[in-house]
């Protein structure tokens, strides 16, 4: 068994009843688990198991259907395969609307009375129609035998049944105009109504196509980010290579002004880089000897030479844009309504239509062949399943896009659906509401140990934790120039704090719980002390040697410049905020009381905090958990939609729904409203594809006219098609300027 999740490019897709017969003939071959079809960005996401099937089974079964699987294209080659197939769809437009406007002339009341003779020809007629009928409309034909085949039909079938009907009506009137005149009906050709509404057809399809352009535009954007070439210093001598010649461990010199070409960390010198085009803030950052840099971002200051750690497809950049794509090729949960709608949609329209014919055919007035005839083509061509096909994924690719161009990348569709019902977020503090840097603020002495002694002891057993407070405690001996004693039987007790043995003694050092387990006594003036302590938001950590206490150790760690801004847009917008803490109450609370938090969870032990999570989800609340993506990552996959912090972003991305790259915790409002407004986007297209069928299909066949006398026109209905699927598009680019 080996399952692989790969991406391919489908060709002759128009509409939502395409994506159903493309998914339902994927899933069919032996060894799909899923396939994915998007109409927006006309790709299918299949996975399978490659020994059971192979790319030329997908596609072999693709083709029966009337559609065409391909490798998925790179992106330079996407881009002129659409010029390519833009321009020929333009040719067809221009000859199709040219050549319907010609025997439109010759053939409409009003018009006909202006028009030359040779026009009024039905000959002429029938020589213009048939390039337009069988070229420009030959990619309907394309897509409609196959499926009739097959017992499938989609929007191409009703155009071609809609204008074949037309058409061959209109040759038989040509040929046989005398048949037509003894039953008592005018010989008059419809070659008009074919070729114009293919005519219009293929016109909505080309602005349609021009429009979706814009929606990919986040991804060009990013694309266009990278630097094409690197500064590479290789056997002492500097060299500019392209930027597919970096290799990992490479030392690459960046001058003012200069792109930064792949992801690494300075060896020399020191800058301020503009990280704004891969994290959205607009402050530049200074960087010094063993920081991080980002690919793509811009040296402003400063000269540096940095060692690369990350190159192609694995850039932070490279990631982003993958992230970007996969998402604005998922499917939202929404969008199952429009695809099981259109399933049956087709179908429904093909048995209107013939019930529309026989209505009119029996009670119309006369003629009423032609009544009957004009209006079942009319509700063929107005029925248009494209603009449900478009109303969510259009939506989508503009939402992610959006959000990655402000630092939030959002992983799924799912993801972006679900942020918009969030009424609790729950943040971690350590490192997402605080700097995570926490630094020693306070050593407090007890039984005659002096403070240098203590620092020396607490900071000999803290040497082999990873824990960022014994980080702090580390860096404090290092700072004072002290030297550290070797440890023995070294244990973490997660949670708790640390034990180890020095000098034969045994030396405990942690939180109150690791004292009581330990029956370490705590005398009430030491007690009233760290009581102190914690009241003042400070970390303590108390240090016992040989069942001793003697001395406490307080740690600080300082909030986010953008903490309470956040919390505060949370509150604002009437989502409940809880902060998750493995500190004591009392120092967990005072952090909090800073930022207005009022639910405080306080003493929670890392395993403790998904079970916190979901406790709150048995409170009938959709949760956000917001953490730094490593750590926290069960939390994270526990809540409805986990929020990571662009630290560590391969965790990140992997753990969480949403990242935030820029690391800005205001950004946590930001997605719940950018998830609103997708949302409100895709109600929106959803509301207008439906109620436009709803309305204008029965004005199709007829229901005005007994009263008003009005019956929709062929041709009208046509640019009305073509306009729903225009103002879906249309509106979903409108997110651009509102999100």
């Known amino acids: ?255 003012p002004g200069e792109k930064i070409p792949v992801d690494g960390e300075i060896v020399e010198g020191e800058s301020s880089i503009d990280e704004s085009m891969v994290t959205g803030e607009s402050i530049p950052v200074d960087k010094t000897k063993e920081d991080l840099v980002i690919g793509a971002t811009i040296n402003k200051t400063g000269t540096f030479v940095y060692k690369a750690s990350k190159v192609g497809e694995e850039t932070m950049l490279a990631q982003i844009i993958k992230l970007v794509r996969d998402a604005q090729g998922s499917k939202a949960p929404i969008q199952r309504l429009a695809d099981e709608v259109s399933s049956y949609f087709v179908p429904i329209v093909i048995m209107l239509a013939f019930f529309t014919f026989g209505l009119w055919y029996t009670i119309g007035p006369e003629p009423t062949l032609l009544f009957a005839l004009l209006n079942t083509i009319a509700v063929l061509i107005i029925a248009c399943p494209c603009a449900m096909g478009l109303a969510t994924p259009t939506a989508i690719m503009v939402g992610t896009g959006q959000g990655a161009e402000k630092g939030i990348l959002i992983k799924d569709a799912k993801s972006l659906e679900t942020a918009n019902k969030i009424k609790t977020v729950v943040f971690d503090k350590t490192g997402t509401l605080t700097q995570g840097k926490p630094e020693v603020v306070d050593i407090i002495q007890l039984h005659n140990f002096n403070q240098d002694e203590i620092l020396k002891i607490a900071a000999s057993v803290e040497k082999g934790s990873e824990h960022s407070l014994a980080e702090a405690i580390v860096k404090k001996a290092e700072s004072e120039n002290i030297n550290l004693e070797k440890i023995e039987k070294f244990e973490a007790v997660p949670g708790l704090g640390i034990k180890a043995n020095i000098r034969q003694y045994v030396v405990l050092l942690g939180n109150r719980k690791l004292m009581d387990a330990e029956k370490i006594v705590i005398e009430s003036s030491v007690m009233n002390e760290i009581e102190k302590l914690e009241d003042e938001g400070k970390t303590v950590m108390m240090l016992s040697l040989a069942n001793n206490l003697i001395g406490l150790i307080a740690v600080a760690d300082t909030l986010k410049d953008s903490a309470k801004e956040g919390v505060d847009a949370l509150i604002k917008r009437g989502v409940e905020v809880v902060m998750i803490s493995g500190d004591n109450r009392r120092s967990a609370q005072a952090i909090a009381n800073k930022l207005g938090i009022k639910r405080v969870l306080s003493e929670v032990l890392p395993h403790e905090k998904e079970n916190e999570v979901r406790k709150i989800q048995a409170e009938g609340k959709r949760v956000a958990m917001v953490g730094d993506g490593i750590n926290d990552a069960p939390a994270l996959a526990a809540a409805d939609v986990g929020i990571a912090m662009g630290t560590g972003t391969d965790v990140a991305i992997e753990s969480a729904d949403i990242t935030l790259v820029n690391k800005d915790l205001i950004s946590v409002a930001s997605a719940i409203d950018l998830s609103k407004k997708t949302m409100r986007t895709i109600k929106l297209n959803l509301f207008w594809a439906f109620g436009y069928n709803v309305i204008l299909i029965p004005v199709a066949m007829g229901i005005l006219y007994p009263n008003f006398g009005i019956l929709l026109n062929p041709i009208f209905a046509s640019g009305a098609m073509a306009l729903s699927s225009i103002s879906v598009v249309s509106n979903s680019l409108l997110l651009r300027k509102i999100a």
């Open 1 to 255: 068994m080996a399952e692989i999740k790969k991406n391919f490019s489908i060709k002759g897709m128009h509409c939502a009843s395409c994506v159903r017969i493309t998914e339902r003939a994927l899933k069919k071959v032996p060894g799909v688990s899923d396939a994915v079809v998007n109409l927006a960005t006309q790709k299918a996401t299949v996975n399978f198991d490659d020994s059971l099937c192979s790319q030329k089974d997908l596609a072999k079964s693709l083709e029966t259907t009337g559609y065409k699987l391909e490798e998925e294209r790179t992106d330079e080659q996407e881009e002129i395969e659409k010029r390519k197939e833009l321009n020929q769809l333009k040719i067809k437009v221009l000859m199709s609307l040219a050549l319907g406007g010609l025997i439109l002339w010759g053939s409409f009341p009003g018009l006909i009375d202006t028009s030359p003779q040779i026009l009024k020809n039905f000959f002429v007629q029938l020589i213009l129609a048939i390039p337009v009928q069988f070229y420009a409309g030959f990619t309907f034909y394309q897509a409609t035998i196959p499926a009739l085949k097959h017992r499938t039909a989609n929007m191409d079938t009703l155009v071609v049944i809609g204008t074949t009907v037309a058409f061959s009506y209109s040759v038989f009137v040509t040929f046989f105009p005398q048949i037509i005149e003894s039953l008592g009906i005018e010989p008059m050709p419809y070659f008009d109504v074919g070729a114009i509404i293919i005519g219009l057809i293929l016109l909505g399809r080309y602005l349609e196509a021009k429009a979706k352009a814009g929606t990919t535009s986040a991804i060009k954007k990013l694309l266009s980010l990278g630097a094409k070439t690197a500064r590479v210093i290789r056997d002492e001598k500097e060299m500019d290579v392209a930027i597919e010649e970096v290799k990992v461990g490479d030392l690459i010199r960046v001058r």
